[in-house]
């Protein structure tokens, strides 16, 4: 494996010296969409800070935007883009939110019906804030349903007035989680937190009146919602590989 990488990278940099460089992305969005698709999100993340390192270094402002001596506040001003276009988004389909600086997402593992474990992970101003992760393992002890897990997080995570709340909540899912977690908060009286679901394959958002948007690729506000919830997937999917792993052992 490591053999055939080292490969892979000299026959990329010698594309790159030639020219070749939409050859060499369109490679790395292949192997990327395949990593994606098998749950390898790390690596499918490497491959994609590959793509955007090419693009940048080719593209038209390229002298602009990745100098730190010229944009040092670069990561800043994208984070910024990022939240401001999901703001506008948000506000003009009747989801009012005067700030984005937390955010939580909330995803299910459930695979094969055993150890169903829950994560949320928190984006503060954009950016991962691990202090903030939390993990849950599902008590419910019925067959396995999705709706009810989630259900389950997020009242066992407002049941916490020690952690601050979110300006905007995600769900993993599409209709059915969305409604669950707005019934979930609504059994709190004092707390009115704003819901949006990431639909899987066709990476549709979902309003809170269960109203689907579609967002292009280049969309920011889809860029930002895409990594917050792939993030939340990869930790909830490590936590259930750890009890599946202890259980086996034990």
């Known amino acids: 494996e490591f053999r055939e990488e080292y490969r892979k990278t000299i026959r990329h940099i010698i594309d790159f010296l030639n020219g070749n460089t939409k050859k060499i992305i369109r490679e790395l969005k292949k192997e990327r969409d395949l990593l994606s698709h098998n749950e390898n999100f790390e690596k499918a993340k490497e491959i994609q800070n590959k793509i955007n390192a090419i693009e940048l270094i080719t593209g038209p402002f390229y002298n602009n935007t990745f100098d730190p001596d010229i944009n040092p506040n670069f990561m800043e001003d994208l984070r910024k883009k990022e939240i401001n276009d999901l703001k506008e988004i948000l506000n003009k389909n009747n989801i009012l939110v005067e700030n984005l600086k937390r955010i939580e997402c909330f995803d299910i593992s459930n695979i094969s019906g ?124 490590t936590y259930h590989r750890k009890l599946r792993s202890k259980n086996f052992l034990n």
């Open 114 to 237: 055993t150890n169903a474990t829950g994560s949320m992970v928190t984006f503060t101003n954009g950016e991962k804030d691990g202090q903030w992760y939390r993990r849950f393992k599902i008590r419910l002890k019925n067959k396995p349903n999705d709706f009810a897990m989630i259900a389950e997080v997020l009242k066992r995570r407002l049941n916490h007035p020690e952690w601050p709340l979110p300006n905007l909540i995600v769900v993993d899912g599409g209709k059915g989680q969305v409604s669950t977690a707005i019934k979930a908060i609504k059994q709190f009286s004092n707390i009115t937190i704003p819901v949006i679901g990431l639909a899987k394959k066709e990476e549709i958002l979902i309003t809170p009146d269960l109203k689907k948007i579609s967002l292009s690729k280049d969309s920011d506000a889809l860029k930002l919602i895409m990594r917050i919830r792939d993030e939340a997937h990869r930790f909830a999917i």
